[in-house]
Every structure is written in C-alpha cells, then in structure tokens.
C-alpha cells in the first residue's frame, strides 16, 4: 500500500472512436470522487490511429519518456475503422499499446469480473460471478519474437515464439497470490501445460514455490480448454486465475461476456514495482461505428479510473465509484446518453 | 468423396476410464448401422495410462506400423486418475495421442458443434447452434518445439515454439472451404493476428487466397478474444471456423460447452490425403471418478462413430446414426445406463 496522495498527474490518452468520449465522463467521475481531497492535473495526449493517420507516428520516444513522469495513465480506445486499408492490420495495437505495456512493464493486467445485480448475462444460470483476471503482461507469446521464411511461397514457415522467464512468472504469480489471500483465498492456473510443456511446468513449479508463501491460499490448476468449460458452467467457482499473456487475452473477453459484456469490463495495466506509471482502460475497443453519437456505455471507463484510485492508494475513493456504478446499473431502464451516465454517476460519489 | 467400402478394418483403443464403456455403445450402434452392408472387422489394441503403468509402453513403433495398416481407428480416451503421479503430468497425452495425430498426419481435426433440440444449454437463449471447427491438428503451438534454459533457477527462461508452413495451413483451409461450401457457406478465420503477426498473416494471407477457389463461399475473420464473446453471444453467426492446433482446443471446448456439453461432442482426425488412417473419438476424456458404473453417456462416442462412416463413404450410414442420436435425445427424461443409451441407438438404427 502507497500513502494516499494530494495531487494525481495524470496522463490522458482518449485515443480513437468512442475512446474520447467515454474518457471524459471517466474523468468526470475522478474529479468528482477525489473532491478536494486530491489535486487532479491532466495532461491530454493524442495519440492512436487517427494521430498515426495524421503524422505518421505510433509512439514516439519522446512522448513515451513524457508520459513515464506521470503518476498514472488513462486511457480509452485506439483502432482504426474495419475495413480502413490505410493502417497496416496490428501496427496501432504493437507499436502503440503493447509498447507501452511492455515499455511500462505492465506485468499485471488486472481485469476484474463482477456480474453486477440487474445486468444480464447471456448465461442461464450465472450465479454470483466475482473474480479477477491477473494476465501476465510482458511476455509469453506477445514479445513479438518469430519470424517468416521463404515468405508467400508454398514453402513458407512462420514462427512465434512465447518466452517466458522465471523472473516474469514469479512477479505476477506472487501478486495474484497477494491478491487471492484478500479475497476468497482462492487461485486457479490456467495453463495448457499438459502440451506447453517447457512454459507450463515454469508456470506449474513457480505457482508451487510462491504457494509456500500464502499457506492461506488454496489453489487449483485447469487447462485453458477446461477453464472454457467452468466459465459458461460454473464461473462462481473462480476468484483469482492467474495466466500468461495469451491465454489471459482469451480469457478475459469470455469473462467479460459471461458477467455482462466488455462494456462494463474494466481493466488495469499495473507495474507493481512503480518503477513507471501504470495505465488503466476499459477492456473494449474504440468501436468506430458508434463513435461520437452519445451512445456507448462509459461504465468499462469509470471503473477503470476506480482501479486507477485503488492502484495510488485511495481505496475508499475507488470503493465509492464502484459503489455508485452498481447502484447506478440496478437502477438502469432505458437508454442514456454516454455523458448522461457518467452525470449520474458523478452526483452519486460527489 | 470415395468409394463406399464392403468391409471395414477398424482399430478399437478404448483406452482409460469410461474410454471402454463408450467405446463398447460406439462399436454396438456402428454394428447396428451398417448391417449387412459391410462387414466390420474389428481389432482391439490395449493403449493409454493404465498401459503404460503395466509395460511402461506409450505408442510402440510396432505398434503405430499396425495401426497404420487399418481403415480408420476408433479412440475412447486416455488418462491417469487425477493425483495419480507415478504418470508424468501430459505424458500419455503426449506420446500417445499427439504422436498418433502427428505420425498419421491427421491434419484435419474436425469438431462439429449443434445443439440438439431437448438439450440443456448454459445459454440463456443459445439460438440455433450448428457449425463445425475445422481446427489444423498437425502444427502450431502443438509441435513440441521449444525449451529450457537454466531450468529450475531465478534466471530460467522458457520457450514454445509455434511453428506454421504453408503446406499445413493452406490444405487446412482448403478443406475448411470445401465444408462450408457444403454447408451455409460461411466461413470465419479464428486467429490473433494484430499480436501474432507471422503465423497470423500466413493464415490470413492463405485464406485470401484459397477464397477465390469458393466464390460461393463468404468469409470473414475473428480475433480469438472476440470469437470467445460470440460463442456465447450469437453462436449461430458460425458455421465452419477454421483455426489453428491451439486456438481450436480452445474454442471447441467453448463450443462443445455452449452445445450441451462435452457428454455430447464428437470428433475426427482427418488425414484428408488418405495416407494413413484417420481416428474418430469423442471430445470428453477418460472421467476417471465415474468410470466403470455404466454412467457415463456414450453419445459423444457414438456420434464420433457417425464421423468415421462419413470419412469412409457411407453417408446414409452416417446420417442414421445423426438422426437416431437425435430422437434419443429429445426423448430423453430421467437417467440411464451407458449400456442401455447405446442399446437404445443400435435398435434405432437396425
Ligand atoms: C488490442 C490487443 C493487442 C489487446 C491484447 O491482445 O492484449 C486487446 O485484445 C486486449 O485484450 O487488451
Ligand atoms: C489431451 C490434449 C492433448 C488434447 C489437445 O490439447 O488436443 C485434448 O484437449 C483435445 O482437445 O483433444
């Protein structure tokens, strides 16, 4: 735990499509919750695929080494419209947000689930769903490591690589132990090492050796295709899974659809060693074809800036913004407008 | 589509667990169907833990050069008691199945998923679920390429090795058109290739091109994370997806889950060429807490056996079996015993 701070500088990055909107009413909520106890100063930066459209650039080192003298960082969507040829497939996702995870050494992306009372799940018969997601962030097979031979002739070979190193595994694993032992002191690997033999029994032995260390933890072991099973049949049963960067991306949209849909899926990108900001954003997209109409739902957003508050110390701050999204959600009928929901929101944690 | 044979030299691996029991009901309703169209020559080989516990044999080359020589092979399951640990963890999967996969090149791994009217589903409002996986089962992440470095320590580094040629993934997809245009004539590529850039691309790249061959057949594409919020959202929007080794022992888990269960999914390795047998099994493993009560429901089995007449040229054969499964199902009430499910199918099928 950090002592709660007086001044948050904090970086803002709206991105694309519904990226701009569903930050503002983020920021909206912030200000709200943090009230005079917390000077909030923001710093809006632009980039995405609309900057990369308009300049070329992804990154720049320059702007990177601006947005590590910040406290914490906000973001909301990047991506290009479907079908917009302009922008090579991938390029705004790698050269953009996977480098910051990885320049940041986000090595714990934490994504919440939480199927809140009055929203619907597309399960019969979810139950009480509330777990978290601890997804490592900085390796396995997203180091961009592979390669292509012989490229576009009927002998090509394409590789990718997934490292992963003591040193990676052990950090996320001991912080979703840390995790698990103040909830419901459960953890559950998900893995496939039955196949991935070299990565899972790193995995398997490391998840061994930190269990030591939390003789309150009880903890299982699935493979990714049996936790597929367990997520549409029996979600309760979950309440810390710990996973590589991979199979945690896939995880956490299926656990994101079960507890009612990435608009309300929160998520943080955490180094847990402060040695660099940590960035938080809603698990969706920058979904183009209902951007700047009002229309898109910025709860994923304002739960992620309640995960920001968490991350810098200011857990009864964060707890009110939760609080108010639940009661918010039990009370909602009818459509309203993105900056009406975030209006609502902002009164209840004033 | 080949000759509909007079005689059929099957392998029978029941295996581990409830692998006999299903096996049994699969071979009685395969007796049943064909009749006396074909006669059906069976041969049994014992395979699988308790195997290798006996005679520390997994898959002797003598054994695989017998196999070989077979029409096709029907497949129970495999697979220790859990905590039995005098088995390697992944071992049997490993030298046994995955090697049989891989040595008779079984390139196709097809995993039909429909929900039978009658059958429960963790959905809410699952719609009309009908499509297969064609899911590449000879590549990938699945190679067993990779390993270790200075194991054990804090500087351990682990690697897996995804490995894709352009041989494997074009006769893949090809199938994977010829099914769809044989079907609703939709096809839906599952990969991540905004992260996994050189498989993804080759993938990519070769069902672009392999389209134009299926003018009639639309396709599109699916990141995995996205395809696991549609199979529980809208999973009547597929109808074939092709995918590779990995990501399709992920999502045909998830289908066969959203589908009624894996008590209900069959399977076929393919080898398309017809160089080497192909093997039919059911989905679900060995279930070792409930085997040898004659409660496990040998449907996944059976309708794994309906698989293996199609791939041999009896399609009205095959269709029998489809449509008795069917009506046994939506008869369905209260429990019965492994046996008598089956004697209930074979008797539809006389
Ligand atoms: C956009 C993409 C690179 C990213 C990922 O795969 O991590 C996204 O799917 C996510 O889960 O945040
Ligand atoms: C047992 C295991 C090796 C296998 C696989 O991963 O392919 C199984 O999960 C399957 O889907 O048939």
Do not use: C
């Not at 979600?235 to 899974?241: A, H, N």
Request: charged share 20%; glycine share 10%.
């Amino acid at each position: 735990m950090t002592d709660a701070p007086h001044r948050i500088d904090l970086a803002v990055i709206p991105g694309d499509g519904i990226g701009p909107e569903v930050t503002a009413e983020a920021v909206k909520v912030l200000r709200a919750a943090v009230g005079d106890d917390v000077e909030l100063s923001l710093t809006d930066y632009e980039l995405g695929a609309e900057h990369w459209l308009a300049t070329g650039e992804t990154l720049p080192d320059a702007t990177l080494e601006q947005l590590r003298r910040h406290d914490a960082i906000l973001f909301g969507a990047v991506g290009a419209a479907p079908g917009d040829t302009r922008i090579p497939s991938g390029l705004i996702e790698r050269e953009f947000l996977l480098k910051l995870r990885f320049s940041l050494d986000h090595f714990v992306n934490l994504r919440p689930s939480k199927l809140y009372p009055g929203v619907a799940s597309p399960l019969a018969d979810p139950g009480v769903i509330d777990f978290v997601v601890v997804r490592e962030g900085t390796e396995g097979p997203y180091t961009g490591n592979g390669g292509t031979l012989r490229g576009g002739t009927p002998h090509e070979v394409a590789t990718e690589v997934s490292l992963n190193t003591a040193h990676g595994v052990e950090r996320v694993v001991r912080d979703a132990f840390a995790r698990a032992s103040g909830r419901r002191k459960k953890l559950t690997l998900v893995h496939k090492h039955n196949v991935l033999v070299y990565a899972g029994h790193l995995w398997k032995r490391t998840v061994e050796a930190v269990a030591a260390e939390f003789p309150d933890v009880h903890h299982d072991y699935l493979h990714v295709d049996a936790a597929m099973i367990f997520l549409v049949t029996d979600p309760s049963r979950f309440d810390v899974i710990v996973t590589d960067n991979l199979f945690g991306d896939i995880v956490t949209d299926l656990a994101a659809a079960v507890s009612g849909g990435i608009g309300l899926a929160a998520s943080a990108n955490l180094n847990m060693d402060r040695t660099a900001p940590s960035m938080f954003e809603p698990v969706h997209g920058s979904a183009p074809d209902i951007a700047g109409q009002q229309v898109a739902d910025p709860t994923a957003a304002i739960l992620s800036g309640a995960l920001l508050l968490r991350h810098l110390g200011l857990d009864a701050h964060a707890q009110r913004i939760e609080q108010a999204v639940e009661q918010d959600i039990a009370s909602r009928s009818g459509a309203r407008r993105t900056s009406a929901i975030g209006d609502a929101i902002a009164a209840a944690v004033s």
